[in-house]
């Protein structure tokens, strides 16, 4: 068993064997995923030592106290927070091998191609058709909301392989090669001026069997595994007091007596208070996960956030006055990692109406919280016994 | 500043078991509903249970002292269950307010024993209104006895001893039976008023009223977030049960998706709400950030608690608005709550000095 002080050992030593100060920072990455510190609860020879996930914090903690370079999570979360679980599980040895290494180190960026201009809260109703030949699949489609898809190397990918079955049955994971000729990135610009995410244009891209991800058919279960994760990783983070959307505008509120008024100080403080009690739900909800009893607050995390964003972001914008009706740059440009709080108001003010729609949309959520967590009855399907090319589009 | 645990330990989950069971026993819904137009509203057959049985009213209190020496985290788990029943027991006003302000004096003598043993309850005679650090009415106090009359006394009818502020800034102890109580006619049916004269009443002059009072508020408020918390528990818990139950157009109510949503965000709303009553139980337990914590979670709680009681009589449609049916009891209480200890509003307006949000 691989506990704390054994993991702070080997960090020790692993330090001692690379010091950060001498050792170039993809050399230091890659060590430290051969040495089993990448991600702990991966197995040996993937990255990890088998062991519990919470003990990575011990290993973080070691290697940024001695100033370690580190991999760039926000650069590379589709990879690290859907690929890699989901490689992980379904991936046959060769794929674990290939692929596992370079995700981690940042070397390969990952992203996803998941929602169509057609299947959006209904992804499964998706149209993009890899069809089979010989040894490899020809995939035709277009895929949109792609982050990241101008950088990255590889794509998670969902086709359709079989029309003739319910929508949910005739659906294939594959992992997609970026450099294919027959893939073309378009950025997709969105209301803050920037493109933060492309439109992708499948176009007789030739995927190996080798890199399709679990059985034919069967993509809609390995998208699950894709699609949980990324609510994992939500849940996961320790947040200090005022450290979300409500602490520049706070700040703003202290050092700018002239811009207060009552009713936006009746207004701050109630979403002062609402952002603490988020802040604690999502404390309490990490708090039963080390214990080791989740809960089902995970669910309503987003819910809560992508409200508290809107709400705390629009009220700056208003609290500014004149500066309110500015906006501080509007040009066109691609970013290859997104800071929903390291612009202006205005920009958070936009990009925040995301939070709504990205990641599944709060109406869907709130049916996912009515049907799962408190048993109603679900929505009515009209879809669940017809075959796919006879759905209504 | 270390985090607050927020987690229910397997003691707290084992005192929430039984005195769930307690209640489930000696607390149903028509029992309340009938009880409280009578001339007794207090349950005090259900209160012996809890405090001689249980010894539940001593948990602030020392074991020195003849308390049980536990903390304000497992008294918040015993008011969330009292919440979830809308039990008729002076629980708050005596084992939490009147008890936090004994503890608080210096001259509390054998009070605190009698209070924490149950046999006697103690009632705080400031409006139930009040806020940690607000204005508080003072009897005339004149060679050891008191004279005044003093209004929205919380569960005064049942107590045996006031402790009453006088205008010599100390607080006193009355026997309730020198004084004139008399019942007002209160919105909350289960936590009832009443008016509070006295005349000449000999008083014994337990400690100063200024740090005592503040410190009997501020756990209730804190504490009160928790019963807040069961109040909206049961009602979004019950609500869900009858619209599973409840057809209409062939279907069940609860299938409409406008339905859903509500009850899904109610439902993130009293998860949240839960966070926030542990967060403030833990910090009045461990005295860390405690005036924050309890502001939080009472601007927090009491809009919570209104609107997870509005939308179950919403739901439950005309069933709801009969007075047969419970939902109104825990609208009366979660609405009377929501001013208890002060508003919302007030604890924000203590929290903009708090926390550094200046008014303008």
């Known amino acids: 068993m691989t506990d704390a002080a054994e ?192 439109e992708v244009f499948l176009t007789g891209v030739r995927i190996p069997d080798a890199h399709r991800l679990g059985e034919i058919g069967d993509g809609w279960r390995v998208a699950q595994t894709t699609l949980n994760n990324e609510r994992v990783a939500i849940g996961g983070m320790r947040i200090p007091r005022e450290g979300g959307m409500i602490g520049p505008v706070s700040r703003t509120w202290r050092e700018r007596p002239e811009l207060r008024t009552h009713d936006l100080h009746q207004r701050l403080l109630t979403l002062w208070v609402e952002a603490e009690v988020a802040r604690l739900t999502g404390e309490r909800l990490r708090q039963q996960l080390v214990a080791g009893q989740p809960g089902p607050e995970g669910a309503g995390m987003k819910l809560a956030f992508a409200r508290l964003n809107q709400a705390i972001s629009g009220l700056e914008v208003e609290l500014r006055g004149e500066e309110g009706l500015l906006y501080d740059d509007w040009t066109m440009r691609r970013p290859e990692k997104v800071d929903f709080t390291g612009r202006d108001a205005g920009y958070r003010y936009l990009r925040s109406k995301g939070n709504s729609i990205e990641g599944g949309t709060s109406e869907v959520l709130l049916n996912i919280v009515a049907e799962r967590v408190l048993g109603l009855p679900a929505e009515p399907r009209t879809d669940k016994d017809v075959a796919w090319k006879d759905l209504a589009r | ?98 008890t936090e302000a004994l503890l608080a004096c210096d001259d509390a003598g054998d009070l605190v024993e009698e209070l924490a043993s149950g046999r006697r309850i103690g009632a705080l005679a400031v409006a139930l209104n009040v806020t940690a650090g607000g204005a508080v009415r003072t009897v005339r106090v004149e060679d050891g006895t008191l004279r005044g009359e003093l209004t929205g006394i919380a569960d005064a009818a049942v107590a045996d001893v006031l402790l009453v502020p006088g205008d010599d800034g100390g607080l006193h102890a009355v026997a309730a039976a020198a004084a004139t109580v008399t019942p007002q006619p209160s919105l909350d049916l289960t936590r009832p008023l009443a008016t509070v004269a006295l005349d000449g009443a000999p008083a014994r002059r337990i400690g100063a009223a200024e740090p005592a009072v503040r410190r009997a508020l501020c756990s209730a408020a804190g504490l009160l977030a928790s019963e807040q918390l069961g109040l909206a528990d049961w009602t979004l818990t019950e609500t869900v049960r009858y619209l599973k139950d409840r057809k209409q157009f062939n279907r069940p109510v609860g ?103 200046q008014a303008p």
């Open chain 1, 7 to 198: 993991l702070r050992r080997r960090t020790q030593e692993f330090l001692a064997a690379h010091p950060p100060a001498t050792t170039g920072r993809l050399e230091f990455l890659r060590a430290r995923f051969d040495a089993g510190l990448a991600w702990v609860h991966f197995p040996e020879g993937l990255g990890g030592l088998g062991a519990p996930r919470s003990l990575q914090a011990v290993v973080d903690a070691g290697l940024e106290a001695a100033g370690a370079p580190d991999n760039d999570p926000r650069r590379i979360g589709i990879g690290l927070g859907m690929a890699a679980p989901t490689i992980l599980q379904y991936g046959t040895q060769e794929q674990k091998r290939r692929f596992l290494k370079p995700l981690w180190t940042g070397e390969e960026v990952w992203c996803q191609l998941f929602s169509e201009p057609g299947a959006g809260s209904d992804l499964a109703a998706l149209g993009t058709r890899a069809v089979r030949e010989g040894d490899e699949w020809v995939v035709n489609g277009q895929k949109v909301w792609t982050s990241s898809a101008h950088v990255a190397r590889w794509a998670i990918l969902i086709a359709r392989t079989d029309p003739d079955v319910p929508k949910h049955r005739g659906i294939t994971y594959f992992l997609c090669d970026m450099t294919d000729p027959g893939v073309e990135v378009r950025p997709l610009r969105q209301i803050t001026g920037e493109a933060e995410f492309n």
């Open chain 2, 1 to 98: 500043m270390t985090d607050p645990d927020l987690l229910y330990s397997e003691e707290e989950e084992a005192l929430r078991a039984a005195v769930r069971d307690l209640l489930a026993d000696h607390c149903d819904p028509a029992a309340v509903i009938a009880r409280a137009e009578s001339d007794t509203p207090h349950d005090l057959r259900l209160w012996k249970a809890l405090t001689d049985g249980m010894g539940l009213a001593g948990l602030l209190v020392p074991e020195e002292r003849g308390g049980q020496g536990a903390t304000h985290r497992e008294a918040a788990v015993v008011l969330e269950e009292l919440g979830r029943a809308v039990a008729p027991v002076p629980y708050l006003t005596s084992a939490v307010v009147a």
């Open chain 2, 255 to 357: 299938g409409f998706q406008a339905l859903k949503h509500r009850l899904a965000q109610l439902w993130l709303e009293v998860v949240s709400l839960r966070a926030a009553a542990r967060a403030a139980a833990d910090a009045l337990a461990t005295g860390q950030d405690t005036e924050v914590a309890v502001a939080v979670a009472q601007a927090y709680a009491a809009p919570v608690a209104v609107r997870a009681a509005e939308e179950a009589l919403q739901l439950h449609g005309g069933i709801g608005m009969t007075w047969e049916h419970p939902v109104h009891l825990y609208l009366k209480r979660a609405k009377a709550d929501s001013i208890a200890y002060g508003t919302a509003g007030a604890h924000r307006a203590a929290l903009a000095e708090l926390v550094d949000l």
